[in-house]
């Protein structure tokens, strides 16, 4: 089976754009986690969607946004970038067949923002 | 909140000998507590998981035990080759139900010197 992809890989934008990242899941998975990571803050949750709808939110602004597709493909907004977005996005998808199970992370996608 | 500690930041061992991280998570309802490996510019790869119905797994030499009374877990390598060298993540299942929420350390670099 093909792993988790992301795209794109690299992007460069400056501060007030916006950026929209895609995530392809593992084919069957249906739940879909995205992650910021930066060096002072670690790995933080953003959001879940499973069959479609948000499950779970983290504590991150309303500029950051999210969709799942029918697919499971799923799509995350920021808009109106600031210089802290700055980050290695990752999405990890999962089975969930009615328990907690393992998350498979992308390669991620690394923003910069100038 | 939904914590999760992660302790030491860092750990530098000799090959061959034991290296232990330890964790500690915030809410007693978490329920899922897989550990993750990061190599330079790679994505966090599973290594092992535990569920809270279980005290202790282990996979070769990987184990990881789970304390839910006290709310901390801990990863055990043993035999430690130059190839464990990475930063490794604890985490958390937050929320209710199946949840892809997972809340992660800060992560422990570790050093493995041949």
């Known amino acids: 089976k093909a792993g988790v992809t992301q795209t794109p890989r690299y992007l460069i934008k400056t501060r007030g754009q916006q950026v929209t990242l895609s995530c392809s899941p593992i084919?069957?998975?249906?739940?879909v986690s995205w992650y910021q990571q930066t060096p002072g803050q670690g790995l933080q949750f953003l959001f879940e969607?499973?069959?479609?709808?948000?499950?779970n939110k983290g504590n991150f602004p309303g500029r950051f946004s999210g969709r799942q597709f029918s697919n499971s493909r799923s799509e995350m907004n920021v808009s109106t970038l600031e210089l802290g977005d700055s980050a290695l996005y990752l999405c990890?998808?999962?089975?969930?067949?009615?328990?907690?199970?393992?998350?498979?992370f992308g390669p991620g996608t690394r923003l910069l923002v100038l | 909140g939904e914590n999760v500690e992660q302790h030491p930041s860092t750990l530098s061992v000799q090959e061959g000998d034991s290296a232990v991280i330890k964790c500690t998570y915030s809410d007693s309802a978490s329920n899922y507590f897989p550990w993750y490996k990061q190599e330079l510019g790679k994505r966090p790869q599973l290594i092992i998981d535990i569920r809270s119905n279980v005290g202790e797994k282990k996979d070769q030499r990987i184990a990881v035990t789970l304390n839910k009374t006290a709310k901390h877990f801990s990863l055990h390598i043993t035999e430690t080759q130059p190839e464990d060298s990475a930063v490794y993540f604890c985490?958390?299942?937050f929320g209710s139900g199946n949840t892809g929420k997972l809340i992660f350390g800060q992560g422990t670099t570790l050093q493995v010197k041949p």
């Open positions: 084919s069957g998975h249906r739940s």
């Open positions: 985490a958390a299942s």
């Open positions: 969607y499973f069959s479609e709808t948000q499950r």
């Open positions: 990890a998808s999962s089975m969930d067949r009615g328990i907690q199970e393992t998350q498979y």
